[in-house]
Every structure is written in structure tokens, then in C-alpha cells.
């Protein structure tokens, strides 16, 4: 189900989504424009954190939370998310991305994916 929200459009998923919605007394917002992600036989972990730029000084990360996610909440997150990155270009036009982010990200893919297929090979042995 979906429903507008401050930012625009809220994805709401669960069967008590809706109906029962509250912000709790310990709600944090965060902004982000760095993310590292982690795997394990049981969850998930987003790490978001944001690039600390000051005058005469390497630029560095800091890292703001983590987020744990059970494998079926990031099932939903890996629909949810492409979903709302096309509705956002469709609203406000392409989200550029600096040229060297390209081959970073994609390095990072294509080792989550040799990972995987590490995984499933050495699953096929035992």
C-alpha cells in the first residue's frame, strides 16, 4: 500500500502497515551520502554515514547507523528501492552520478555477486 508522506511518497509493506503507522519517542532521521553494506547466513547491515570534507584535511566518512535487516525485509528493500530511484527521475530528472562512483559500485556488485557464486559452489561440495 501507499500513501503520500512528507518527502512524497511513503512504501508501506506488512499486513498492519497502514492501519496501525506511528512514529515512536525514539524516531531519528539521518542523512547519508555514504553506505556500506555486510552479509551474513542471517541478516543484513547497511552502514550509512556521511563524507567529512574540512579545509587541509583527507576527507573521511563517518559513520551515522547501522540498519540490520532480516533476509525478507531486504528482499523488499531490493524492490522497493529501484521503484522509488524511478519514480524520483521520472518527478526531478536523472540523478547523476560522479563518473568515478561508476566502476566503484560496479566493483562492489561484482564481488557480492563472486561471493554468491563461491557460495553456492562450495554449497554443492557438502
Known amino acids: 500500500m501507499?500513501?503520500?508522506?512528507?518527502?512524497?511518497?511513503?512504501?508501506e509493506t506488512g499486513p498492519l502497515a497502514a492501519e496501525n503507522y506511528s512514529v515512536g519517542p525514539d524516531h531519528q532521521e539521518f542523512y547519508?551520502?555514504?553506505?556500506r553494506a555486510g552479509?551474513?547466513?542471517?541478516d543484513a547491515s547497511l552502514h550509512f554515514g556521511v563524507i567529512v570534507d574540512r579545509p587541509h584535511v583527507v576527507p573521511s566518512i563517518e559513520e551515522r547507523v547501522t540498519v540490520r535487516l532480516s533476509p525478507q525485509t531486504l528482499k523488499v528493500l531490493s524492490i522497493?528501492?529501484?521503484?522509488?530511484?524511478?519514480?524520483w527521475e521520472q518527478r526531478f530528472g536523472s540523478i547523476p552520478l560522479p563518473a568515478d562512483?561508476?566502476?566503484?559500485?560496479?566493483?562492489?556488485?561484482?564481488?557480492?555477486a563472486a561471493a554468491d557464486v563461491a557460495s553456492q559452489a562450495k554449497n554443492h561440495k557438502d
Open 39 to 42: 552479509l551474513s547466513p542471517w
Open 80 to 87: 522497493i528501492v529501484p521503484a522509488i530511484a524511478a519514480q
Open 101 to 112: 562512483l561508476l566502476p566503484e559500485v560496479a566493483a562492489i556488485r561484482d564481488a557480492f
Open 32 to 35: 547519508a551520502n555514504n553506505i
Open 2 to 11: 501507499s500513501e503520500s508522506g512528507r518527502a512524497g511518497v511513503r512504501v
